[in-house]
């Protein structure tokens, strides 16, 4: 497999760049805010940010992956940002009723939430909300015509604006509240700067035709996502309702030092995720994406490896004693997030035609196993029990999106050779997973990577620019 990936590299370095400084600020930061509020304060931001998962669906509507669908492949540029515009002009009315709507809601909604959420700080989260959408569209449309420098500062300076002020608001005593409104601030600032290179680019208009499309294509993601909603936020509700906010704390850390898995390998997906349509309908298009989303898999294998072996033994050197059993958990969740992510690779199909019911339907499959595992082995179990949850409805969906996938677009993939790498993959977790010592730790590190590259380039995976490896094969 051959690949001229020059300029795409370029770009996943610049999205690397973003992501690792945007999301590698928060990751600084979380041993700062551990320290500064108690395990139950956290598990109750936990709780709290958890709307922000269900209510990003429905303030986003997809629009994101609809802007991917109908400009990417327009025929003109003048059609491409014609269609931007009428998309982003949707985004701002939606916007506008979200923030209006999630005002006059909060008291209702923070009446039924379980961790004692107090009606302010539900504001704050559902107005942050109501931005969201009037930041994806934006980046999108960044990341469709390769403005990787724009979308460097756009993701960074909120990044870092946002650990200064929560800095800065935990030091002045707000607690939680701080948190919230130093993200608040953030997410205004990103706002209006997107906006207006948005609108400088695109101008404002609007169309019912696009609008109905858009209903259409994204009606299906919107009710995946709130189905979604189940497999990453309704987990922290349960496990409020059967164990304490103590034992939420400490899954939410695990998850987000499992997250640095989907993190390291989200400069990949940022970089194919725009381009997929455009790639299947060049010449020997589907070979070609086969080959992409395979080097993907294998990306992603390498990163939770890696995430896998280091997530733990950063939870025990960076995190206070109160969340030191969180580290147990990380491994685990490593796994889901792997899962995961190769649901977002290998769906492709599911996304080619005019509408994602098929989508929706695979995802409803997945979250009702999700939840019913979830209440039947939560109160006995607690975390062990979600966790087990999750990998079982991760699981369900990737066969279910890969079988359907390739029934709507049939893809050539290199099926042995991804399962053989991914049982290396596996063994080397299970190898890491029983080292105590940090020169252990290191010798793991090294050579899992080592044996993965290497397995990954033999069994002509992924294609190195040098490969030091080969050459000292062919002699």
Same mark, same amino acid.
């Given at each position: 497999m051959k690949l001229q990936l020059n300029n795409g590299i370029k770009q996943s370095i610049l999205y690397g760049a973003s992501i690792a400084l945007m999301k590698g600020?928060?990751?600084?930061?979380?041993?700062?805010?551990?320290?500064?509020?108690?395990?139950?304060?956290?598990?109750?931001?936990?709780?709290?940010?958890?709307?922000?998962?269900?209510?990003?669906?429905?303030?986003?509507?997809?629009?994101?992956?609809?802007?991917?669908?109908?400009?990417?492949?327009?025929?003109?540029?003048?059609?491409?940002?014609?269609?931007?515009?009428?998309?982003?002009? #949707?985004? /701002?009315?939606? @916007?506008?009723? !979200? %923030?209006? =709507?999630?005002?006059?809601?909060?008291?209702?909604?923070?009446?039924?939430?379980?961790?004692?959420?107090?009606?302010?700080? #539900?504001? /704050?989260?559902? @107005?942050?909300? !109501? %931005?969201? =959408?009037?930041?994806?569209v934006p980046l999108g449309w960044l990341r469709m015509n390769n403005r990787a420098i724009s979308f460097f500062f756009a993701t960074t300076g909120r990044a870092l604006l946002q650990a200064l002020l929560v800095v800065i608001l935990l030091y002045s005593g707000r607690g939680v509240a701080g948190i919230l409104e130093a993200g608040l601030a953030a997410a205004a600032a990103q706002t209006l700067i997107?906006?207006?290179?948005?609108?400088?680019?695109?101008?404002?208009?609007?169309?019912?035709?696009?609008?109905?499309?858009?209903?259409?294509?994204?009606?299906?993601?919107?009710?995946?996502?709130?189905?979604?909603?189940?497999?990453?936020?309704?987990?922290?509700?349960?496990?409020a309702d059967n164990a304490s906010l103590t034992d939420v704390a400490e899954f939410a850390i695990a998850a987000k030092f499992a997250l640095a898995a989907v993190l390291i390998f989200q400069p990949f997906g940022m970089w194919w995720s725009p381009r997929r349509f455009e790639v299947i309908n060049e010449a020997n298009g589907r070979q070609k994406a086969a080959d992409f989303i395979a080097m993907g898999a294998s990306l992603a294998l390498l990163t939770a490896v890696v995430v896998g072996l280091l997530a733990p033994a950063l939870i025990s050197a960076l995190l206070p004693p109160s969340y030191q059993e969180a580290g147990k958990y990380a491994l685990a969740l490593v796994l889901v997030m792997l899962l995961k992510e190769l649901v977002e690779l290998f769906n492709i199909g599911c996304f080619s035609g005019e509408t994602t019911n098929s989508q929706l339907l695979i995802n409803l499959t997945g979250a009702a196993a999700g939840i019913a595992a979830m209440l039947w082995l939560t109160p006995d179990y607690q975390v062990w029990g979600i966790i087990f949850s999750l990998l079982l409805a991760q699981?369900?969906?990737?066969?279910?999106?890969?079988?359907?996938?390739?029934?709507?677009?049939?893809?050539?993939?290199?099926?042995?050779?991804?399962?053989?790498?991914?049982?290396?993959?596996?063994?080397?977790?299970?190898?890491?997973?029983?080292?105590?010592?940090?020169?252990?730790?290191?010798?793991?590190?090294?050579?899992?990577?080592?044996?993965?590259?290497?397995s990954a380039q033999l069994l002509k995976l992924i294609n190195l620019p040098i490969s030091l490896f080969a050459k000292a094969a062919e002699q």
């Amino acid at each position: 497999m051959k690949l001229q990936l020059n300029n795409g590299i370029k770009q996943s370095i610049l999205y690397g760049a973003s992501i690792a400084l945007m999301k590698g600020v928060s990751l600084l930061v979380l041993p700062f805010v551990a320290n500064q509020i108690s395990a139950q304060e956290f598990g109750r931001l936990e709780v709290i940010s958890t709307i922000a998962v269900i209510g990003s669906i429905l303030v986003g509507m997809g629009l994101e992956d609809t802007l991917f669908r109908f400009a990417g492949p327009a025929q003109t540029e003048q059609q491409k940002r014609s269609i931007a515009s009428e998309i982003f002009s #949707l985004t /701002l009315i939606i @916007a506008l009723a !979200a %923030l209006i =709507g999630g005002w006059f809601a909060a008291p209702f909604v923070a009446a039924w939430m379980p961790g004692n959420v107090q009606v302010y700080e #539900l504001r /704050l989260v559902l @107005a942050v909300l !109501a %931005l969201e =959408g009037c930041i994806a569209v934006p980046l999108g449309w960044l990341r469709m015509n390769n403005r990787a420098i724009s979308f460097f500062f756009a993701t960074t300076g909120r990044a870092l604006l946002q650990a200064l002020l929560v800095v800065i608001l935990l030091y002045s005593g707000r607690g939680v509240a701080g948190i919230l409104e130093a993200g608040l601030a953030a997410a205004a600032a990103q706002t209006l700067i997107l906006s207006y290179l948005q609108i400088r680019d695109t101008r404002l208009s609007f169309s019912l035709r696009t609008g109905r499309r858009a209903f259409i294509y994204s009606l299906p993601i919107v009710g995946s996502g709130l189905v979604a909603f189940t497999l990453n936020g309704l987990d922290r509700w349960i496990l409020a309702d059967n164990a304490s906010l103590t034992d939420v704390a400490e899954f939410a850390i695990a998850a987000k030092f499992a997250l640095a898995a989907v993190l390291i390998f989200q400069p990949f997906g940022m970089w194919w995720s725009p381009r997929r349509f455009e790639v299947i309908n060049e010449a020997n298009g589907r070979q070609k994406a086969a080959d992409f989303i395979a080097m993907g898999a294998s990306l992603a294998l390498l990163t939770a490896v890696v995430v896998g072996l280091l997530a733990p033994a950063l939870i025990s050197a960076l995190l206070p004693p109160s969340y030191q059993e969180a580290g147990k958990y990380a491994l685990a969740l490593v796994l889901v997030m792997l899962l995961k992510e190769l649901v977002e690779l290998f769906n492709i199909g599911c996304f080619s035609g005019e509408t994602t019911n098929s989508q929706l339907l695979i995802n409803l499959t997945g979250a009702a196993a999700g939840i019913a595992a979830m209440l039947w082995l939560t109160p006995d179990y607690q975390v062990w029990g979600i966790i087990f949850s999750l990998l079982l409805a991760q699981f369900i969906r990737l066969v279910l999106f890969y079988k359907i996938s390739q029934y709507f677009l049939p893809l050539n993939y290199p099926v042995r050779p991804l399962m053989v790498l991914f049982t290396i993959s596996m063994l080397w977790l299970l190898i890491g997973s029983q080292t105590n010592a940090l020169w252990q730790l290191i010798l793991a590190l090294f050579s899992a990577f080592i044996t993965i590259v290497l397995s990954a380039q033999l069994l002509k995976l992924i294609n190195l620019p040098i490969s030091l490896f080969a050459k000292a094969a062919e002699q």
